[in-house]
């Protein structure tokens, strides 16, 4: 198994372009969610799905669009990208049992900067 | 506001000696503690878990204690060895409360073990 793959590794954006950034997951896992990491900020969810076609909101969603057509993938859209989305990007996953999921594999992250 | 509080950034301990990392929450609903490590440009990693019925898990050289009258638990990894050095996040879970699933982590707590 691959577990979670994450594309790309690295990317740079100008201020107002938009782009996706995907995720996958081989485990057959119900819960997948994205996380963005900030020096001294810990992990902040963004969005998160309980399976496919349902979606909802974290902490910080504002910027960010996500969608769930599959159970393997769950892609985060940056709309118009600005310099405070400047971050590592992580997706992750869970089995979910009677709609709560617990223990989450990672991803290996997107570095992402916006200038 | 910080539900999950990792109030010490770094620790700093010599190989064979014992690490303990602490780490306290406020909101009592709750009921699903995990720890995670992470390494420089990788992901987390599940490290070891409590639920709040129990008040101590055991995993080889790791051992999370939970103490909820405290609304504080503690993670400790005898002996320490140099591996170990990395950033330790706190996380915690609320099976209730529309967020089922979700998980809310500490800042971290960058642990050094030097030989």
């Known amino acids: 198994n691959a577990g979670v793959t994450q594309t790309p590794k690295f990317q740079v954006l100008k201020t107002g372009q938009s782009m996706t950034l995907q995720c996958a997951q081989d485990?057959?896992?119900?819960?997948m969610s994205w996380y963005r990491q900030d020096p001294g900020m810990g992990l902040r969810l963004i969005h998160y799905s309980v399976g496919a076609g349902i979606t909802d909101q974290g902490e910080v969603p504002n910027g960010y669009n996500v969608s769930r057509s599959t159970t393997e993938d769950f892609p985060l859209r940056l709309l118009s990208a600005a310099p405070s989305q400047t971050s590592v990007y992580f997706c992750?996953?869970?089995?979910?049992?009677?709609?709560?999921?617990?223990?989450?594999?990672f991803g290996p992250g997107t570095r992402l900067t916006v200038t | 506001d910080q539900q999950v509080k990792q109030n010490s950034p770094s620790l700093s301990v010599q190989e064979g000696r014992i690490s303990i990392l602490n780490c306290d929450y406020t909101n009592s609903m709750f009921d699903y503690f995990l720890w995670y490590k992470k390494y420089p440009a990788e992901g987390p990693t599940f490290l070891i878990s409590?639920?709040?019925?129990?008040d101590k898990n055991e995993d080889g050289r790791f051992t999370v204690f939970l103490n909820k009258s405290a609304k504080h638990l503690s993670l400790h990894i005898v002996p320490s060895q140099p591996g170990d050095s990395a950033v330790y996040f706190c996380a915690a879970s609320a099976k209730y409360g529309g967020s089922q699933g979700n998980l809310i982590f500490g800042k971290g707590t960058k642990l050094s073990v030097k030989p």
């Open positions: 992750a996953s869970s089995y979910s049992k009677a709609g709560t999921a617990y223990e989450q594999y």
């Open positions: 485990m057959n896992h119900e819960y």
């Open positions: 409590i639920s709040s019925i129990k």
